[in-house]
């Protein structure tokens, strides 16, 4: 991509857009099926080049980035099964009706900050917020693993670069 900086908006706001414009069914699709449909191929054509150009261009290992666009990703993913599974059976959550009250949830939960205004009620919603949670687990295990390399990497180059130094001094 020409500005690098241009995938860290249009990757995020591509799906936003496709969390929101995904028609469920006709009735609840928010600017019409076929609109919806159209925005949805927008937004994954979108994401689809972008992944195709970092993955062409990529270095190895996953950049602070990715890591924020991976949670993004899950973060719509659980948001979009929390909607569906609300939709199809109201009782499983209490104040969830809407995509916006899903992703809300699902950020609480990622945040671990569990206002408890939406909560679930079901044996199945609680499974589903179960994973959620373990996911967060792995996930926060990850960075730190990350953060860890990168570290150890930065320890090693700097060791390397005053092994070098030294011996040129000699």
Request: avoid cysteine.
């Amino acid at each position: 991509m020409k500005h690098p900086w241009l995938k860290v908006v249009l990757m995020p706001v591509a799906v936003l857009v496709l969390y929101f414009v995904f028609p469920v069914d006709a009735d609840r699709a928010p600017v019409g099926v076929l609109a919806g449909i159209l925005l949805s191929v927008a937004a994954l054509v979108t994401v689809v080049a972008i992944v195709a150009g970092e993955a062409r261009g990529a270095r190895s290992g996953m950049s602070g980035w990715h890591l924020v666009l991976v949670l993004e990703v899950v973060l719509v993913v659980f948001s979009f099964v929390y909607y569906l599974v609300a939709d199809k059976d109201p009782d499983q959550f209490v104040g969830l009706v809407t995509r916006l009250d899903a992703l809300y949830f699902a950020t609480t939960t990622t945040a671990t900050v569990g206002f408890g205004d939406v909560h679930a009620e079901g044996q199945f919603a609680r499974g589903v917020v179960t994973a959620h949670m373990v996911f967060n687990i792995v996930f926060i295990a990850a960075v730190v693993n990350l953060a860890k390399e990168r570290m150890t990497e930065r320890r090693a180059a700097l060791h390397h670069d005053r092994a070098e130094r030294s011996n040129g001094d000699g």
